[in-house]
């Protein structure tokens, strides 16, 4: 029986999305995103020194988003 890699190795889930990453999933500006940050509409933390965007608060913003649609 052949194993192949899938077969043991689980999906990593990304905990966090750096700005830009995040910016282009969504079609907008990172300049857009630290206008929402300045709001309080989205949460932007510091990881290392780079400004990404935790899961938590990326569900919370995409739920936001289909709440007003």
Known sequence: MLI???DYV???ERRAYRVSEF??????SKAFL???RAE?????SR???AAVILREDAERFEAEI???A
């Open 4 to 6: 192949s890699r899938s």
């Open 10 to 12: 689980t999906p990593f």
């Open 23 to 28: 910016a282009q999933m969504y079609g907008l």
């Open 34 to 36: 630290y206008k929402l």
């Open 40 to 44: 309080g509409k989205i949460n932007i």
């Open 47 to 49: 990881v290392s020194g």
């Open 66 to 68: 289909k709440r007003r």
